[in-house]
């Protein structure tokens, strides 16, 4: 690639932008030369708004400053570079002209690449900047704003100048109280408005579901990067779903346990393939209190080596056999790709079962069986349809023989999304670690193992599947209320005798054991409420007003469809099968969107183009590792090339990798060809761009 | 002290030794001069037989060598001490002598005292030795064998010879392979005696426990130190306890939720008090992969700091309040006391609930429900009696206003152990976070606060109360099987038909919702049966031979008391009021041992004999800082000079502190004294020495 590109005007920057694979998001609009004229330009939730400062001292050298708007840039951070405040002024246009051939008004980073007599020394960044998601910047020309991440500029577009850049805090101590404190205020304005609507469609996908996890108070953000609050209300589903998995597993025999959390080096890197797998995201503690530890030891990324020394001290005799233990914990990963809440965090929660049997035919029958009861948690709990199927070698789990999945495809954008793993270790691993057993011949032999996890991803995909414009909807088996009740007052009814109604109708409920919740708050509206409860995607609301209350009624309305309609409070005991009802009619629509999403293509164009218009594509396939590697690359590299808006929406770009080699799938006949190659097709599998 | 004592003889050494406050465990035996003869000897579990060698090199400099009797000591190591191992010869008799005042076959470490010249240029510890819990080691002479821990000899002993000593894997790689091979062997080895019998009685209480939660396989040891193994059989207690709290709490409406493990350094030092307390414990992560973090992250020892600057957001209006949350994680604190399972470990589970309220009579209210529901999951689960009391002011939660604590006394010992805290933790915290609130007069308010948490810590109090010289005992509510059903084959008994028999007991059983195993194994005997299911602790052994056969009856072996006796198939419905027998008789049992345990004293030598009887001493106390340290230092030094034994058991050492004012106490009168320092008292509180 060309690194000393310069940049002459807006399309020359959105072109080398495309270039580097930056995903942005665009807005043409009014010259903008001032910060207050940018702050009247809409931006996604989560970018920030830009100062671009270019300072220059006695012997022009230049400095360019990237800071938040609202951030007091003081004099103390230039003391951190070695540099004095007093010997900096603000560069005048001429200045500007010399360093970035640009003007007033048009200082950004990507004129850097115009400074081709490398007059700029430093580009400092505002520290505060790392805790948004984009930064809102113009292309070279201030009649665009461009939403880029800090990762992206920095990594891909200041690297490719070989430009260094320092993070340091910009405001002086005094002037980041006062910040802070502004900050705060503006938290708690945030807050009163955060029970307004979604101010977002879900065609807007990525925005909208940032609103939806927020207003439907799902996860709080933490100042930690990657790491996120469960709330009560989605904590919740994680209880539903670890109450229904241990059911299914008790079935099993498998056994709940605890192993520790940390790991000393030496296991980790016990299985070579595995900790290759996963050694980039290890994160390592080193220090207690004041105190270094002796050997460093490794957070859990998965616990394999954790717990299989354990696993060759318990087994002794094929009577020790199976060994069955599941365990319900949190895991680090710490990962580089953007962080999504749900989807891809770097603390995550989940389930982590592990199994050693004396022959492969049995492990193998374990892998299947687990596989079924994660499909059984998506459809039957969350309402989420899967495909079930095994991992081409490239996709499979560090270390394992071979992995089944479950995957599913977001129907919004028509990514897969994987939606839990169920791994054949075979005898990999207990050749390893020596977890051998005496058969009744006598005979050592290694054990067959497996392993499987299903993470709080899970909610991410059922969000993402029912949510609509109105916010969440939940499907009813892991709803905390299934049904909320709100009176709704009127001058012709008498208050109390109301809410007594209302009182009745809820332990009506409870006894037949429905999670249901009276919102008999009287400083809210009814109106309110509705709104309140749609959002956080309650499945029924029960209206009791003047007519119903006469009538012996009351008004169901259906929050994944808005159907309404009255109900006899003799029929309540309805309200049970209307629950399963719509646990099937959700089911049945994801189901459709779903495979709405899977396309066939026999050749490379009809793939991209399905590709391009947001689908998976089930082809055709020689299986051949390096047939997989070629489509990846090719595929990634086409897609960028395309305009970035389809139909007016933006085009996804990446590469298309394997999402998994279905189960259920037609026989490849001789003489049937792989789409890509042209070579003996053995196996159809799905492709797509994935989360 | 006087650091630059000699020791001449055994005498000197063990006279040392106590005036040093080092615990150690002693023997005495025929001259032990190999290591051949010292392996003869026999020692605790988890204590290493030590080789001690001394090298000298060409300039008459001496090293000291630690090592395992099975570490095979190699030649590479000298290199990381910058030496030659060509220079290195084992001393001969008169060497030993110049340097240690000793002789061949009594070289060891506590001889160190007696090189008055510094002879000996460093101390060189096997890196194995760090596994074990005590060394056994000749003090001076090879007569006598004592067992120390390696941190005593380390920090107590060569400390204040102000020696150095280094760490060191002493095998070279090629024999530290053969080793771990031997060690593999040796772990089969014991795993294949594990079903055995427990080899001591509960009298010799520190290696009985040791024992048990191994045997009943509860625990298994793990290489991180501090950290264990929850296996199923402990695990399955936990989630009872779970469940029965959350029931609890949720009654106050209280949330679980999940926050973040990791904490930026930031937040963990807002408030000064309570990072006091928690800092010297504090794991940190620094790095990730290979990179080093920006910032070093915090993993939780508790998560106030972590939840405050949320409920800061959450909390707007008096109408957010109350806010109730609760999780269930684990926790890691790197304390310094030696690690016991259970009852004092690195990484622990446990749950912490934080409220927040407008007034602080309600949150002292809530302080004291929970306290409640503590003493319920004390009670009425694991059938443990609990004092509810108060914390003096240098024994409370850091950062709090005050602690309520649920202390039990361990019969065997008579030591305190503390069961869960519920703190007030007033506006401290609030203040500190900005969590305020707007009340119904527009007024701005901080909130008042509590946080509590109970821990895995409460199963091993379980197991010292209810345990017995076969080993674990369950009280019938948190086992994972309540009854065991075993077959008695007999020659004049159809086997199917009896197999048949037992299953169909087991289905009534299990229609009466309890917790029931059949034990079918045809490999074992029903006696091997009987001992394996007594260790594990379960409350109810069902029999079932040919007499029971015929006359349609079981024998019914109840495990706390060893009741053994028959009751017909029609009366097995009486087998969940039999468990609820059980639990009372055990609850009351344990009530009546703690009960033994308090004493009261009205002077300094009443109070010092009661604790040396192994006793909890409730006294009249001036409620002073001042007053309470100085009984902690006296009881200290005056328990230490004691002798070792007492009726020929050990003797505990160690000061003994507050462990809290009990709730339920007689008012005092003005003109009675505190016992101590004879001031007016104010509150009686309980004394012990403590877990």
Known sequence: ?????????????????????????????DPAPTIEEVLKIKVSDGTAYVKNLLYVDKKQNYYLILANHTTQVGKQFWKTLGLSSGNMRLSKEEQIGEALKSSKGNVNPFAVANDTN???????????????????????????TVEISLDDLQNKFLKILNRQFTVLQLTDEAAEQKQEQ?????????????????????????????????KAELIEYYDVSGCYILRPWAYFIWEQIQRFFDDLIRTEEVENTYFPMFLSGKHLNKEKEHVEGFKAEVAWVTKYGESDLNEPLAIRPTSETIMYPAFAKWVQSHRDLPLKVNQWTNIVRWEFKFPTPFIRTREFLWQEGHTAHSTREEAVKQVYTILDFYEQVYGELLAVPVIKGIKTESEKFAGGDFTTTVETIIPQNGRGLQGATSHHLGQNFSKMFEINFEDDKKQKSFVWQTSWGLTTRSIGAMIMFHGDDKGLVLPPRIAKYQIVIIPIIHKDLHEQQLNERCEQIRQILIKQKLRVH??????????????????????????IGPGEFKNNEVRVVQRYDNQKYQIKLEELNQLNQILDNIHNAMLHKARFDLNSRIKQAENWKDFMSQLNQRNTILTKWCQREEC?????????????????????QIQLTGSAKTLCMPLQQDQIQEGEICFHCGQQAKKYVLWGRSY
Not at 5 to 17: G, I, S
Not at 628 to 648: A, N, P
């Open 1 to 29: 690639m060309d690194n000393n590109f310069q940049l002459a005007n807006k399309q020359a920057c959105l072109d080398q932008l495309r270039k580097l694979g930056i995903d942005y998001i665009s807005h043409d609009h």
């Open 118 to 144: 490398n007059l700029v020394k430093n580009i400092i960044i505002d520290e505060v900047l790392r805790k948004y998601q984009r930064l809102a910047l113009h292309p070279i020309e201030n009649t665009t």
């Open 182 to 214: 502004q900050q705060k205020e503006q938290q708690k304005d945030q807050q009163n408005l955060q029970t307004l609507a979604i101010t977002v469609k879900k065609s807007d996908f990525s925005e909208w579901y940032q609103q939806v996890i927020r």
């Open 518 to 543: 009276l919102d008999s708050r009287d400083n809210y509206s009814p109106g309110w409420k509705f709104n309140k409860w749609e959002q956080k995607g309650v499945p029924i609301r029960l209206e």
């Open 628 to 648: 997989e590697k070629q489509v990846k690359t090719k595929s990634g590299i086409e897609s960028k090339e395309k305009d970035s808006e389809v139909d007016g």
